[in-house]
């Protein structure tokens, strides 16, 4: 690719601590699976995992209080800080 194609396909996730986000979650049934979304607020800075192969954060989750990593796919940012 040239250069300029590929700056038009970066992608940019702008996302940093302070954000409150709502995270996908999947409960997964004999019969189907079922999407419901929890909410929290990102804690940790963004980083990239060797093993999932996309840029991952920390997020603290307001229904079970306590801290889960997130892919990109998996959040959406509600509100910036």
Request: hydrophobic share 30%; glycine share 6%; charged share 30%.
């Amino acid at each position: 690719m040239d250069s300029e194609s590929s700056k038009r396909l970066e992608i940019k996730w702008d996302i940093k601590p302070g954000d409150l986000v709502r995270a996908k979650h999947y409960e997964c049934h004999m019969v189907g699976n079922k999407i419901y979304y929890r909410h929290g607020i990102v804690v940790g800075e963004r980083y990239e995992n060797q093993i999932t192969l996309f840029p991952e954060i920390d997020v603290y989750i307001f229904e079970t209080q306590e801290i889960r990593c997130y892919t990109a796919g998996q959040i959406e940012i509600i509100s910036n800080s």
